[in-house]
């Protein structure tokens, strides 16, 4: 009985002119009821994902417990073990860290000589890209922009010829 209540509400409500609202605040109910259906399913894979992340974690623990317990009882056995864990894992681990102060000195340390092929010149770049000067006699000095000359000579001739072809 009550089915038939139900349907004699749409009918008459069918009929009558506020019917536009009322499928509309149907749609939005819908609309709600599917958002919450979503957000549910999500929390579910996100649930299942860490349940698998912690159970991953787990088992590598365990590797590591075992090739430490077996790392003191021979040296050898350590160095097997320690391939046992996947290498991405470790240079993730690595990338993730802050660099120490010492790792940051020695790279900055390293100097060296890099072409511009555009000016024929040498530049000095020091560690992540600093351009250090160079001190140089005023031969010297002269000497390098008489290269470089040249080479901003043949470089804009070898452009002019490609446009030429090019045309």
Same mark, same amino acid.
Request: net charge negative; no cysteine; hydrophobic share 30%.
């Given at each position: 009985m009550g089915k038939e209540k139900s349907k004699k509400r749409r009918r008459s409500t069918s009929s009558s002119s506020s019917s536009s609202s009322s499928d509309s605040s149907r749609e939005k109910k819908k609309l709600r009821k599917l958002k919450k259906k979503l957000k549910k399913e999500q929390k579910k894979t996100e649930k299942i994902l860490k349940r698998k992340l912690k159970e991953e974690k787990k088992k590598l623990k365990k590797k590591l417990r075992v090739a430490r317990s077996q790392s003191n009882a021979d040296e050898?056995?350590? $160095?097997?073990?320690?391939?046992?864990?996947?290498?991405?894992?470790? $240079?993730?681990s690595k990338a993730m860290a802050p660099m120490t102060k010492e790792e940051w000195e020695k790279r900055q340390s390293v100097i060296r000589r890099v072409q511009d092929e555009e000016t024929g010149r040498y530049r000095l770049i020091k560690g992540d890209g600093e351009v250090l000067e160079e001190i140089v006699s005023r031969d010297r000095h002269i000497q390098i922009n008489r290269q470089a000359t040249m080479a901003d000579g043949d470089f804009f001739q070898s452009q002019t010829i490609q446009k030429q072809k090019i045309v």
């Open positions: 050898h056995n350590k $160095e097997e073990t320690s391939a046992d864990i996947p290498l991405e894992l470790m $240079e993730r």
